[in-house]
């Protein structure tokens, strides 16, 4: 493992960062892996594909979408903190909130951001539940998932949490149409809009995609349903 392999990784794919950043993202790896041990975090272990695959893969979107400002962004099922601590290292304004349902991983986000020494807020909860709380009701610029969960789904989760006018991110991997044009309907229920959806390789012969949904109506109060009746019938 060595802070060359960072640079160069991310330099190849245009993306330099000062040496603070770089600083912070060897100390991402390096907790990240110790934590891995015991709490079931990823099954990427390689340093170089921790690097590319989690790193590379929550940072690239910024090609696409402006992070910059004081946005409000909430990270869905964060599991290991991907994409939010990435984007929260570049992008030091932005305001993050991490969701997971597992107690264990959000002790790992919380030492995550102590080492790193960046803030965020990090809550222990189911997303379907927590979104029908006030204080998270459509409260975000952007929400995002880096999930495999169909996109269908994820839109239930994740739009409740979107402002109008802000934007629901799915990260996903290659071969995304059929997905989408099955989501629409979806979509269209709870208040959203595709604006555009970006098809690239992070390296080669690894494909990923970026759906963009924008929220332009408020999501009716019925949604999201309880999980079990997201799980049996999609939108």
């Not at 340093?47 to 910059?68: A, E, G, M, Q, T």
């Not at 304004?93 to 960046?118: G, H, P, W």
Request: aromatic share 10%; glycine share 6%; proline share 2%.
């Amino acid at each position: 493992m060595s802070i060359e392999i960072l640079e160069e990784c991310f330099e190849k794919s245009g993306v330099f960062l000062n040496k603070s950043q770089i600083n912070k993202f060897y100390d991402y790896s390096m907790i990240l892996v110790e934590w891995n041990k015991k709490v079931n975090l990823t099954s990427i272990v390689d340093f170089r594909d921790i690097v590319v695959k989690h790193f590379l893969d929550s940072i690239i979107i910024d090609k696409f979408i402006d992070f910059k400002g004081n946005k409000k962004l909430i990270d869905v099922g964060s599991g290991a903190g991907f994409p939010s601590i990435p984007l929260k290292i570049v992008y030091n304004n932005l305001d993050i909130t991490m969701l997971d349902c597992l107690n264990k991983r959000i002790l790992f986000l919380e030492k995550a951001l102590e080492v790193l020494q960046i803030d965020g807020e990090t809550i222990h909860g189911r997303a379907e539940e927590i979104s029908h709380k006030i204080e998270y009701r459509e409260k975000f610029d952007i929400s995002v998932a880096r999930a495999v969960s169909g996109i269908s789904n994820l839109v239930e989760f994740c739009l409740p949490y979107t402002k109008i006018g802000g934007y629901f991110l799915a990260l996903k991997g290659g071969d995304i149409l059929e997905e989408v044009e099955k989501s629409k309907s979806a979509i269209d229920i709870l208040g959203g809009k595709i604006e555009k959806i970006y098809e690239y390789n992070l390296i080669k012969d690894y494909k990923r995609s970026l759906v963009v949904i924008k929220k332009v109506s408020q999501t009716n109060t019925i949604y999201p349903r309880k999980y079990s009746k997201i799980l049996k019938k999609s939108l």
